[in-house]
């Protein structure tokens, strides 16, 4: 065990060969895994000089794309790689108000990133980041949310191009699974909030008195990611 000034001495040995190991590492350094070879003469004495490399922590910063504000509540997965073999799971971390989790101490080498949870109104990140943590450098990976798209479906009047409302419209995935149903306010708009993007079929399933169905009564619609998507029917 070493003292204060970072010495540790044996006890009187006999001559021979040695090996010295690490065993444990001061808190904030690395253990050194390496097996120092020593050979000790008759009557003599050895000094072994070792270093500890700083122990780094890893900075992972979640912004939201396009404006970059720091997003909270976004949960993610460390791992560290292991060769040929399984990765071990360091922990999981949440980003806080400044949109930043902090892992404790990590030894140097490569670290897997994944977003395990995102807040309301963002689109997972299913990348796994691979991050090369080094030694006594500071450790950030920056990872942005793409934020969950809408889609509003208008019902316009053909003749006087006033929105219409009470018009009920059904959307659905490519594969037709059914995303939900909604009726146009006042305003002539049916809003479908925090979708993935994609393409989505909407269907106008029952018109206002006064008015009938449209015709065509589907469209199929691309929806974008981060933005507001729009569908008109007439």
């Not at 122990?55 to 912004?63: E, F, P």
């Not at 395990?116 to 990348?127: C, F, M, N």
């Not at 409302?165 to 149903?181: C, N, P, Q, R, Y």
Request: net charge negative; hydrophobic share 35%.
């Amino acid at each position: 065990l070493t003292d204060r000034t970072g010495w540790g001495y044996t006890l009187p040995l006999p001559a021979g060969e040695y090996e010295v190991v690490e065993s444990k590492a001061p808190d904030g350094y690395v253990l050194d895994k390496t097996v120092h070879k020593v050979t000790l003469g008759e009557g003599k004495s050895e000094t072994l000089r070792l270093t500890n490399a700083p122990a780094t922590v890893l900075t992972i910063t979640k912004i939201a794309a396009g404006s970059r504000e720091p997003i909270y509540g976004a949960v993610f997965e460390v791992k560290k790689t292991c060769g040929v073999e399984p990765c071990v799971i360091v922990g999981e971390y949440v980003t806080d108000h400044n949109g930043i989790a902090t892992t404790e101490p990590l030894e140097p080498g490569i670290y897997i990133v994944t977003e395990k949870s995102v807040p309301e109104g963002y689109l997972l990140d299913e990348t796994e980041h691979e991050v090369c943590v080094k030694a006594g450098q500071f450790n950030n990976i920056t990872i942005e949310n793409a934020v969950a798209p809408n889609l509003i479906v208008r019902k316009i009047d053909s003749k006087s191009g006033k929105p219409i409302a009470g018009a009920v419209f059904k959307l659905e995935t490519a594969d037709h699974s059914l995303v939900g149903t909604m009726e146009t306010d006042a305003q002539g708009e049916a809003l479908f909030t925090k979708l993935k993007p994609g393409h989505y079929i909407v269907t106008e399933t029952q018109a206002p008195d006064g008015y009938q169905i449209s015709s065509p009564s589907s469209q199929t619609i691309k929806v974008e990611a981060g933005k507001d998507n729009y569908v008109d029917f007439y």
